[in-house]
């Protein structure tokens, strides 16, 4: 039981820290990557605190973060936020879009430019109590089905992308997520197998 609630407080500890992804893979930060930075970016799936990697030599390019209307007209003139320092990393801290685009007004219009879209923090509905011990008769022992299996996939769960080679390993964030799933059943089952073990008894 102590192992079950140390996964679970280590799983809840790394959910927050989010995943790195690498903006262009191996190529980096570049006028023309092997894939478009905009596909790319719509094949992932972003949320709050997640970061990007952006791989360019310092002094030879730059990411701009700017507004919608400059990311359109590559107008470098007035960013949100500059990178400079090269292989800069941006955190992202809240949820929607995300403008980016190189220092170079003559790279952005052939297309070094990148939209991120930041999915919205879904806040988990508070959980029900497990009934109270009460002398009522035995009910019959027909299966009962948990809340967690009749609720079915989440939206947050469907159409999912595999990472790809390039971002760090997710593995151990989906572990988490499972084993904290795992973890409130075992609790809410053992809570309702006294409940019936007290009503057996009366």
Not at 92 to 104: A, K, Q
């Amino acid at each position: 039981m102590g192992y079950l609630l140390i996964a679970m407080m280590l799983c809840f500890l790394t959910s927050t820290q989010g995943y790195k992804f690498y903006v262009g893979g191996r190529d980096g930060w570049v006028v023309t990557p092997s894939e478009n930075y905009n596909h790319w970016a719509e094949r992932m799936r972003f949320q709050v605190n997640d970061t990007l990697f952006f791989k360019y030599k310092k002094g030879s390019d730059s990411v701009l973060l700017v507004a919608k209307e400059d990311y359109f007209a590559c107008n470098t003139k007035s960013p949100v936020q500059s990178l400079t320092e090269g292989d800069s990393i941006f955190t992202f801290d809240r949820s929607g879009p995300f403008f980016f685009i190189t220092g170079n007004a003559d790279n952005c219009n052939k297309g070094q430019k990148l939209i991120v879209v930041v999915m919205a923090v879904r806040h988990k509905p508070p959980q029900q109590q497990p009934p109270s011990a009460s002398p009522s008769p035995p009910e019959t022992d027909a299966p009962t089905e948990s809340p967690m299996d009749s609720e079915g996939p989440s939206d947050s769960d469907a159409g999912m992308p595999a990472p790809s080679s390039e971002q760090k390993s997710g593995s151990f964030g989906v572990v988490c997520s499972t084993w904290l799933v795992l973890g409130i059943s075992v609790l809410v089952s053992m809570a309702l197998g006294d409940v019936k073990r007290v009503c057996f008894t009366i």
